[in-house]
């Protein structure tokens, strides 16, 4: 069992960085994939990232990639989303998640295990 709190959101201006932070307060996240989505006004939940248990591998969407840059620091039960260069379109509810497939976080978000609270990003242009 698991349950994640993110932080790190706010408002920022395009072409600035945020850093989301998650944090596993209850549970041991190294066995976990974590996941990074975003729900945009009007949109659908979209996937932004994973990180797989060790850090090894990473996933980005598209319209992220060469941006953003998951990490994780097991020892401290804690994953990161680094956004550099930001975009107006990047502007959403960040959730990180949870889930010890690595194909439930990549293509089965409906089945994923865990999820945080989400954290507001704002980015004005």
């Known amino acids: 069992q698991a349950q994640l709190v993110e932080s790190g959101g706010g408002p920022v201006q395009a072409g600035g960085s945020l850093k989301l932070s998650c944090e596993a307060t209850v549970g041991t996240l190294s066995t976990y994939v974590v996941g990074w989505f975003r729900r945009a006004p009007g949109k659908e939940r979209e996937f932004v990232a994973a990180i797989t248990w060790s850090g090894a591998t990473t996933y980005y969407a598209d319209s992220v990639k060469g941006r953003f840059t998951a990490s994780r620091d097991n020892a401290k039960n804690m994953a990161y989303l680094q956004m550099d260069s930001l975009k107006p379109e990047d502007t959403g509810v960040y959730y990180c998640?949870?889930?010890?497939?690595?194909?439930?976080?990549?293509?089965?978000?409906?089945?994923?295990?865990?999820w945080g609270q989400g954290t507001q990003v704002t980015v004005s242009s």
């Open positions: 998640a949870a889930d010890e497939a690595l194909v439930i976080i990549t293509t089965k978000y409906d089945f994923i295990s865990y």
